[in-house]
């Protein structure tokens, strides 16, 4: 079985572009978590979806966004770049209920990084 | 809301040395804790749980945790630590619809 994809691998953009994210989950995995690990921080959840719908955000604004495609993979978008954005961006994929098993598949990340 | 709390940003210990990752968590009727590791240039990857049951449980490369209802905490443990254990852990917690993170531990194996 395929593992987690993620794309591109690095990246740099500048304040103000906008960036999108692409992630292949897991063959059989039905849920894509997306997580924004800024440097020396611990992965901060940005949201998750499920069977193409969002289905639980944390703290992020507006201008991230997602999209999760009916063979579940994904993209996360962020519009209006701003410095603070520069960060590894993180998917996982998982069966529902991965959040209550720990059962999150990740891939290596996206580094963005904003100027 | 749940949340994590890693004491120590790193913790450098000689090989075969026993090693200490220290993990606290907030307070909560239930709760589903996690360690996960990020090897160099990898995702991370999902060490051991404590969803129920037994207090300790064990990884299948020697690490274990115990969970500390009294003292909130879920210590990762390993007896004799090798050069491959060289990583970043994140202790991690399970709230609702997601998985929160702790802000990680650097292990830094010395020769």
């Known amino acids: 079985e395929t593992g987690v994809t993620q794309s591109p691998t690095h990246l740099i953009k500048t304040r103000g572009q906008q960036v999108t994210l692409r992630c292949s989950s897991q063959?059989?995995?039905?849920?894509v978590s997306w997580y924004q690990q800024a440097l020396g921080q611990g992965p901060q959840f940005i949201f998750q979806?499920?069977?193409?719908?969002?289905?639980g955000r944390g703290n992020f604004p507006p201008r991230f966004s997602g999209l999760q495609f009916p063979n579940y993979s994904s993209e996360l978008n962020v519009n209006a770049l701003e410095l603070d954005d520069s960060a590894l961006y993180l998917c996982?994929?998982?069966?529902?209920?991965?959040?209550?098993?720990?059962?999150?598949?990740f891939g290596e990340g996206s580094r963005l990084t904003v100027l | 809301a749940q949340s994590v709390t890693q004491l120590d940003s790193q913790v450098p210990v000689f090989e075969e040395a026993p090693v200490e990752l220290r993990c606290n968590y907030s307070?909560?009727?239930?709760?589903?804790l996690f360690w996960y590791v990020q090897y160099p240039n990898q995702g991370l990857q999902l060490l051991l749980k404590y969803l129920s049951g037994s207090t300790l449980v064990e990884s299948i490369n020697g690490f274990e945790a115990e969970f500390n209802k009294s003292q909130t905490s879920f210590h990762l443990r390993k007896p004799s630590v090798h050069i491959s254990d060289t990583a970043e852990y994140f202790c991690a917690v399970s709230d609702s619809d997601k998985i929160i993170f702790g802000k990680g531990t650097r292990l830094h194996i010395l020769p």
């Open positions: 979806y499920y069977r193409e719908e969002e289905n």
């Open positions: 063959s059989g995995h039905n849920t």
């Open positions: 996982a994929s998982s069966l529902e209920g991965g959040e209550y098993t720990g059962e999150l598949f």
């Open positions: 307070s909560s009727v239930s709760v589903y």
